[in-house]
Each structure stands twice: as C-alpha cells, then as structure tokens.
C-alpha cells in the first residue's frame, strides 16, 4: 500500500486523469440507472402502492388491464376476498379550465384492498360517487382541490376533493374515483362491470375465460416497459464493460512502462505477489475515489436537477451499481497482474 500511494503521489496528473474518466462513467452509470428507475416507477408505482402480487382479467386483453372488459357475470362467478379488489382501469383525458391532460382513471369500490390503501396527502376522502382524488403530479399541472374536471365520456362533471402522493400507471398520473363511472368514462356498454381483479393471495377460482397474472408480468406486459428496461441494462452493461477496458489500458501502460523498475525490485528479493497486491490496491483506490466522487454529483443532482425529469435514487441500487464498478477494475487489473508475474528480472535487466 505505501508503495501504491507514494507512486500515485508522484504521478498526481496521470492518475488524477484515469480519476476522472472512471468518475465520468461511474456518473452516467448512477444517472442512467436512476433514469432508469424512474421511468420504471412511473409505469408501476400505482400497482405497487396496492400491494397487491396477482390481477386476473380477460384472456383477449393480453395481459393489458386497461384492455379488459369483465362482465358482471364474469365477476360474480369469481370468489373475492378481503384481500382482493375489484378494479376498472380506463386511459382518460382530463378537461378542465386548463389545458386537457392525459391520466389514467381507477375506479374502486368503498373500503375494498385498493381503497384501504390509498393514502391522501391533502384535502378529504370522497363523499359521493362524483368526487376524486388525484395524484400530487396532477397539481403541477394546474389541477387544484376544489376543481371540476370532465373524464373521459362521462357526461357529468367531477370535483377534485384530495390529492394522494405521486402515483402514476402506464406513464400517466392517476385519477381515483367509484367504479360506477368507469363504464360511462370508457365508453362501453352496461354489460361491462370492471376491468380485473387484483389481490394479495394466491390464484382465484374464475371464470374460464379470464388470465392470471403476476405483478411482474403485469408490468412487462405494459407497452414499451420491458423494452425501456432491457434498453438501460444494455446500456449500464456497455458501461461497466468499458470502465473495465480503460482501467485495463491505463494499468497495462503504466506496468509495461515500470517494467525495468518492477525487474530491479524483484532482483532486490521483492516478491512477485507483493507487486501483484500493489497493483490490485492501486486498482482499488482508483475505483473508490471514483465511485465515491461520483456519489458526491450524484448527491449535487438531486438538488439541481427538475422534478419534472423522471429519475429515482435507490440508494440500494447505486450500491450494487457502485460495487458493480469496483468488481469491474478489479477484473480490468487482470491483464496487468498477468504481465507482473512473468517478469523475469535476468532478462529485463539484461544479465
């Protein structure tokens, strides 16, 4: 180790360079997979926040909820439980005295496992079947406590009484409301009663033209979600891969360029493992300074950056990404390591 930091003391300049390269990547990594978060949760954060784990609907739908229509007959024939819900999901638009805006519309019925877990941020609870809650996101919007709004197809106008935190499904901020006006903010007929059933236990006995879904395929399912993930992993795959190769070029430079040196140390009785363990320490000094500069902008972007930008700090996820770099140096000093341990001091020194 003292070897390391007295080598790094003297070539301030060239390893303040590699620094600053792995630093760059290491930010845009933590950025991306913060983007990347964040555009997951605006497709899943209101599924999430039900805690629910299953949804049935019908088969035709192909796993889209906001696609189903279940008669009530095809509810009826379906046990519920406390732990279960019906729930009508219908894409509206929202006309106000703003400008319309796109949302999503849930409609529930009284004190079932979706309105139990609703959590209002501000305003009260909805008295009548023509009162809702809205996302937060909505008020910076325009959308106020006390507003009338149309949805959808629905020929009666609604009144905004509360906000919930921010809560979106399929990228679009959501509406709660009674499950009576799903039909007439749709457009479809009386026949149709809801749009699935969610729950918290296992498979349901139904009707044998519904699906059973998971959480997890629910959302993968949701148009352009799985695409957008794969998309991200790509890119954070790349990334990683490349902070490998730049730490792998840098160290094998600098090792064939202290080859005679590494030659007379080794003559002079240093083990060739000692070596080995001062490179792979100065590998993991590099990676750590890095990541841990990195963190810091990280840190500095969340003050700066907009709420309006879709990005999620977990700080587990940035963990994993940030031991993901680590590991990845660490891999990257192989090269080097190997030249290390093929030094023949005779040769080099010319004995």
Known sequence: MYLTLNEMNKEKLRYGLIITVITLISYLIFILSALALGLAQQNTSAVNDWGVTHVSMTSDANGNLSQSLMTREEVLNTKTTEHSAIIGVAPTI???HKSPISATFIGTQKNDLIDKSIRLTKGTWPKNQYEVLISSELSQKGLNIGDKIKLGMLSHSVLVVGYVKKLEYNMSPVIYGDLNNWRPIKGVSDQFYASGIVRKDAKLTHA???????????????????????????????????????????????????????????????????????????TLIIMIVSVLISAILCGITVWLIPASVPMFFDIKLLSLAAIGLILTGIIGAIVPVRIITKIDPISVIGG
């Open 94 to 96: 929202v006309k106000s």
């Open 208 to 282: 044998t033209n519904l699906k059973n879904y998971t959480k997890a395929q629910l959302f993968n399912k949701m148009p352009g979600y799985s695409a957008q993930n794969k998309t991200f992993i790509f890119m954070i795959g790349f990334l990683l891969v490349i902070s490998a190769v730049i730490v792998a070029i840098f160290l094998y430079i600098l090792t064939i360029q202290k080859i005679p040196n590494l030659a007379v140390l080794r003559a002079q009785g240093v083990p060739g493992k000692y070596l080995v363990l001062n490179t792979l320490s100065e």
